[in-house]
């Protein structure tokens, strides 16, 4: 028997575990502001200033704005920064994608786009790779800038050193607006639950826990606003907790939807004073935005606690010199405090040679059956570790550690 056992394990290596490095990149935001063409973009695209101004006319618990699924964000990855590495196909055509907990479908460009937003990424050629399998049926994904329009595929996708066979993916033929054009990234790769996939089919994690990749079906996320081991500023753990990135427990939190990764929070404190969400709301997990969203409401009055201030595109400035004096934000979820200072929650952006303040909160009214929902993007997972765990359908925090 004994023999055995060791062919096994020289046949199968360990396997299990894979390691994403991420990048942090300029967001499409910080670029179109660079390029002094963010406000004539805004102004042109922005839907949320749509939806914030006729949220009132809805009554309350209905989604403001209805556009077929109940489930559906707004979404833009205007300020998506963390982005990895995939291949699709045989031999392997590489891709960069958003690492998105906010979404299940993955696509990337197909060679038969011809829009301008293509024409600027790596693009998905078919007739090169001996794993194709055409789907042929078509998909459209709604975002903030207009909707996406492509076919489904399949192919070998390899994320890591894990080889997905006959992953279900989209091939966008029409990318809408502009900030695909600017975006860093070709594609999206989304980790949500599949219920939010209805669009293309098997998300990639599903599909990596029905092929027996992974030995927990888990994956991890470590977010650094600085470089790690001298190369890249995130890492993406899939099948696994790296313990190294991390100090203290990991406290958990129950998913109270499985869609995103939504999970309670108890209560927002600034200062220590409980001010918003007294009676508990909910929170979506989301690593596919830098900022921190909430109601419209609890939003503005948590502008002027830190003092920022509103730009005429909605965004909220806040003095860079005033950033030491700044009230600490704590979310309380589980029982957890988790304190976000003012270096945590401003983002500081450098126009020229002058540096620009920014508050990392952002209004959007974003209902769901158990009340208003709060959005955790990367101002939030810098600071904590997160592991997203489908075993047992819960996220777990801990405090990152930065070698700042
Ligand atoms: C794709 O990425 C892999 C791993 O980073 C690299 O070894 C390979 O050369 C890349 N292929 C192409 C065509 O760029």
Redesign the pocket.
């Known amino acids: 028997m004994r023999w055995l056992v060791l062919i096994l394990c020289w046949v199968w290596p360990a396997q299990g575990l894979t390691r994403i490095p991420l990048s942090r990149m300029s967001s499409v935001r910080t670029l179109l502001r660079a390029s002094d063409r963010l406000e004539s973009f805004v102004r042109d695209h922005q839907p949320d200033i749509f939806n914030r101004r006729f949220a009132q006319c809805y009554p309350p618990g209905i989604p403001s704005l209805r556009l077929g699924k109940s489930s559906e964000r707004l979404y833009n990855f205007m300020d998506a920064q963390y982005y990895g590495?995939i291949?699709l196909g045989t031999p392997?055509q590489?891709f960069t994608v958003v690492f998105d907990t906010g979404s299940s479908d993955l696509w990337v460009p197909s060679s038969y786009c011809v829009s301008e937003a293509c024409g600027m990424h790596e693009r998905f050629e078919a007739f090169r790779s001996s794993s194709f399998n055409h789907d042929g049926r078509r998909f459209g994904i709604h975002y903030g800038t207009g909707h996406m329009l492509g076919i489904m595929s399949r192919e070998v996708l390899k994320v890591g050193s894990v080889m997905i066979q006959n992953q279900e993916f989209g091939e966008s033929v029409y990318e809408p607006g502009f900030v695909f054009v600017m975006a860093k990234f070709d594609g999206v790769l989304g980790l949500a639950y599949p219920s939010l996939a209805e669009e293309i089919g098997n998300p990639v994690f599903d599909s990596m826990m029905n092929q027996n990749s992974l030995t927990q079906p888990i994956f991890s996320f470590y977010l650094s606003k600085s470089k790690l081991n001298g190369d890249h500023e995130g890492e993406l753990l899939f099948g696994g907790i790296d313990e190294t990135l991390f100090t203290g427990p990991i406290n958990w939190n129950p998913v109270t939807l499985k869609n995103y990764w939504q999970i309670k929070v108890d209560s927002i404190q600034v200062q220590g004073a409980s001010s918003f969400c007294p009676h508990g709301c909910q929170a979506i997990i989301d690593t596919g935005t830098s900022v921190i969203t909430g109601p419209t409401v609890d939003i503005l009055a948590l502008q002027q606690l830190i003092g920022a201030t509103p730009t005429s595109i909605g965004e909220y400035l806040i003095d860079c010199t005033r950033l030491q004096s700044l009230p600490e934000v704590t979310l309380v979820l589980n029982k957890v405090e988790y304190v976000l200072t003012s270096e945590s929650y401003v983002r500081k952006e450098n126009l020229g040679d002058t540096e620009i303040c920014f508050s990392g909160f952002q209004a959007e009214d974003m209902p769901s059956s158990l009340g208003p929902v709060w959005i955790l993007g990367d101002i939030f997972l810098s600071e904590y570790y997160s592991v997203y765990d489908r075993g047992q359908d819960r996220v777990g925090f801990a405090k990152a550690r930065h070698t700042h």
């Open positions: 590495p291949s392997p590489n």
